[in-house]
């Protein structure tokens, strides 16, 4: 093998660079390629394949020391195979849309004090509970009680969900194709 055919890599969480072929290169390179791909979407993702990289760092660093024999493709392949294949965390159930349904207006009778409708509005706005209902109460004394007239609406039309856990389990399901 003559010195073409190896290459360094440095690897996330790692000060040395490892001595390896361009097949061991180009299977990493593959590897955390398809593993950015499975993680688009994912918040996390970044965080995910850095791990991943000092992961492979860690295996890299078990073996033999400075002036020792490149890491071959069939070794990185083994690393990779034991670290495993990569997938989001959440996989969509086959049939289901890419997105989440995301946030929805409801109000929620658990812990509610008249209906459930602030306790509705601040999960919809992630907000706490007692500021919206503060303001609820501030708004409808200024407005002159105009504001009770609109929050009796919401009372009847919106939909109900039953519990805060409920509404985030339904925010965060998938959306139906």
């Known amino acids: 093998m003559t010195m073409d055919d190896s290459t360094a890599i440095r690897l996330t969480g790692h000060t040395a660079a490892y001595p390896a072929t361009?097949?061991?290169y180009d299977a990493?390179?593959?590897?955390?390629?398809?593993?950015?791909?499975?993680?688009?979407?994912?918040?996390d993702a970044d965080e995910i394949v850095r791990d991943l990289e000092a992961a492979v760092g860690d295996r890299?660093?078990?073996?033999?020391?400075?002036?020792a024999a490149p890491v071959t493709g069939a070794r990185m392949t083994a690393i990779l195979a034991e670290l495993g294949p990569v997938g989001p965390a959440h996989p969509a159930p086959p049939g289901v849309g890419a997105g989440v349904r995301g946030r929805f207006w409801c109000r929620i009778p658990e812990g509610g004090w008249f209906g459930g409708?602030?306790?509705g509005l601040a999960a919809y706005g992630g907000f706490r509970v007692d500021w919206v209902r503060t303001v609820v109460l501030l708004l409808t004394l200024f407005t002159g009680g105009l504001l009770a007239v609109a929050y009796l609406v919401l009372l009847f039309v919106l939909p109900v969900v039953p519990t805060v856990a409920d509404y985030e389990r339904r925010r965060d399901a998938p959306r139906p194709a």
């Open 22 to 24: 361009r097949e061991a």
């Open 117 to 119: 409708v602030c306790l």
């Open 60 to 67: 890299l660093s078990t073996l033999p020391g400075p002036g």
């Open 28 to 43: 990493l390179r593959r590897y955390l390629d398809d593993a950015r791909r499975a993680l688009r979407g994912d918040p």
